[in-house]
């Protein structure tokens, strides 16, 4: 149920000396009794709409950082080095002959582009707006966001006055919208201007009746094809204000209610100004026509109905700790996981995080996914240039999208793909002489696929294109959606596999894969190799490159059977005969998986990336139920990862927290959970996740939080739709989740209680085939009241269910 406030007010110019303070749900508001501090953005509330966002301080005066996803720095740059096709060979060669040292280089000098970086992710601007209110004088002040309806509330006294502010994002209509209200008539003075970092060309003020606004047109400052982009915002006071224009300010007076709807187009999407700016100005039209109320209305309909699929309740804080200000209840987490409720809102904001930051297109433009900040950025410079990062970020931002029946929030991912294809056929062909398509390890939002930023450890990786195919197969296994799996997924598999089958070679009677590596770890060069004891990563057969081609040409065949194509095919007869020669995984002599193909001494065993580990989340090759032996050696690997200090990243400690789910280790991936709030503690808003990576912000925690926590209940990779798999019994010993999303669509809810399973429904939605299994798969299973024997036949909309003694 939407949250409801209740404000009395004797009369419109009554001045109470306090307001009357929400009350939240500790499991669903983020809340503070202090603005956040600008220019801190880590520390501001997030709204979007998935192409716009905004980034809100609630300070005395306001400042709401905008950003538009197509704003990044430039346009198209063509990277592929011309040296690379006749290089690669000569690289290849010198690995295999021990000159490890002298290949990376060679590869490094000659394969890669002067142009080291792709385009980085940008930032319009802010919307500033004075009040004539000072810091220190507000009292009664409380901030929030609500995960559930996407919205962010802002509520002061001043002066014997209250005052609100409330901020929205709409996905249908395509803007951003905000009130702001005084209890006491015409006591509302807003003094507004825009501005900007990159290079302004324009900032107008107009004040006419119905159409105040302000307009910012800016550029990537290039001289030729550079973005360019014009952004309005529209103010909507009540009758009896005053609207002036000062220079390049809007000054409104005497107001008691100002309504704002805010739009931004690029040329990234439009081919002329007038097209983008007639975009611009249809939308806000729209929202205009619509009003407020109806905005708010609709948007609020529309997201509730997606982050509403889903509902978790890990239990109740002890001790009140769920009424307390947020940044209170995150300081207490550095010390104990016993705030569960906390946990849940975590959860809550992650899912709250994907919907504002990726949704599918709704005109026919392209959309673009979620980067390494969402879409939240207020740089010119963003830390790792807020790229999509391909080796593990925006792949983890996208692991909740299925789990928890937020699947259309990938779409956007297969857009930009769309984009990066021919890109990639360029460079498959220039670079290393090969039909089909690669991607190295960052893409921007004109698809670059070249190697980037020249990094031993990372550059010289041409599986990202692998990684994202295994995602176009996963889609389909949530979804069932026959038409993404022919007219999407499976073309993109024979591209990517078609470019394998080509690039990969044989050595040792198996197929391998090289020049490449381990991202994004290094080793030490053994005595009978060149340079002995240099620290190196490119070499020849990696363990994540068969993995990940294992599942890419198995991920074809099952395509290809969903489909009908035959055998005959030539992709699906090329993809038959290869996918047995590629190289099995190897084991090291203690029991671990080798993540090279030789054992190689580790400078850093403690390695953030679990690269090796794919196989065992995302992948499923490692899974306890497909193969023990490769599990057990996984396991070794995992565990000697964190002995060592794995997880110094917030992406990569919620990595782990699905690595131990995975491996039905619930303590340790609740363990795991706790750590990440003792190192990571979310700073003011749960935006921040206090160093993701180092000393800066990535979202990708936040993502990987929520699948790490969805993995310990539901598991479907494995071919079974697997209920509690790694329930942290003694910390969460009751609860329950409904809405999750398993492969072969099935919806699931649970419940349990006393730390073990109590019951589940299951629906399906497809009709396929339900095979299940219960925690430890000891237990007896029935389903509707029969004993279950083994997979059953479903019926497209049934609900199944399932208790156990």
Known sequence: MPMKFHFLFLALAARATHAIIPTFDGSRHVWFTAPAIFPDFESSLPIGNGRVAASIYGGASEVLGINENSIWSGPFQDRIAATALATEPLVREMLLAGNLSEGRELAYERMISNVTSPRSFSYFGNIEINFGHAEGEMTDYVRWLDTREGTVGVQYVFDGVTYMREYIANYPSGVLAARFNASAGGALNMNISMTGLIKILSVTASAARNNNTLTLKGSSGQSVDPILWTGQARFVPDDRAKVTVSGENLIITKASTVDMFFDAETSYRFSSEAAWEAEMQRRIDAAFALQYDGVKSAAIEDITALLGRVTLDLGTSPDGLAALPTDQRIAHARTT?????????????????????????????????????????????????????????????????????????????????????????????????????????????????????????????????????????????????????????????????????????????????????????????????????????????????????????????????????????????????????????????????????????????????????????????????????????????????????????????????????????????????????????????????????????????????????????????????????????EAVPTGSVTGLLARGNFVVDIEWEGGTFSSANVTSGSGTILALRVGDGTRKVFVNGVAYTGPLATTKGTTYVVTSL
């Open 337 to 729: 996981a016993e705030d569960v409720q906390l946990s849940t809102l975590v959860f809550n904001f992650g899912r709250h995080l994907l919907a504002a930051s990726s949704r599918p297109s709704n005109d026919g433009t392209v959309a673009l996914p979620a980067n390494l900040q969402g879409i939240w950025n207020n740089s010119t410079d963003p830390p790792f240039g807020g790229k999509y990062t391909i080796n593990i970020n925006i792949e983890m931002n996208y692991w909740p999208a299925g789990p928890t029946n937020m699947i259309e929030t990938e779409l956007p991912l297969f857009d930009l793909i769309g984009v990066a294809i021919p890109r990639g056929q360029s460079a498959a062909e220039r670079m290393y002489g090969c039909p089909g398509t690669v991607f190295h390890h960052n893409l921007d939002l004109w698809g670059d696929p070249a190697p980037t930023d020249n990094f031993t450890a990372s550059t010289m990786w041409p599986f990202g294109s692998a990684w994202f195919a295994w995602h176009a197969i996963d889609h389909y296994r949530f979804t069932q959606n026959v038409t993404f799996l022919r007219d999407v997924a499976y073309p993109f598999l024979s591209n990517v596999t078609a470019f394998y089958e080509c690039y990969a070679f044989e050595n040792g009677g198996h197929n391998v894969t090289g020049p490449s590596l381990s991202p994004e770890n290094s080793f030490t060069v053994p005595t009978n190799e060149s340079v002995p004891g240099a620290t190196e990563s490119v070499d020849i057969a990696p363990a994540m490159d068969g993995q990940l081609m294992t599942e890419i040409f198995q991920g074809l065949l099952d395509a290809a059977a969903v489909l009908g194509i035959p055998a005959s095919d030539p992709a699906v007869a090329a993809a038959r005969a290869f996918l047995p020669t590629i190289k099995p995984q190897q084991i090291g002599s203690l029991g671990q998986i080798l993540e090279w193909r030789a054992e190689y001494v580790e400078p850093v065993p403690g390695q953030k990336h679990l690269s090796p580990l794919w196989a065992l989340m995302p992948g499923r090759a490692f899974s306890p139920l497909l193969n023990s032996t490769l599990f057990d050696a996984a396991q070794v690997l995992l565990d000697r990862r964190v002995a060592h200090g794995s997880g110094g990243t917030g992406w990569s400690r919620t990595w782990l927290i699905a690595q131990y789910a995975r491996a039905f280790r619930g303590a340790d991936a609740w363990a795991q959970l706790a750590q990440w709030f003792v190192l990571f503690p979310p700073a003011f808003s749960l935006y921040n996740t206090g160093g993701t990576d180092g000393p800066i912000f990535q979202i990708d925690g936040n993502f990987g939080f929520v699948s790490g926590v969805t993995e310990m209940l539901l598991q479907s990779h494995a071919g079974v739709v697997h209920l509690l798999p790694a329930l942290p019994a």
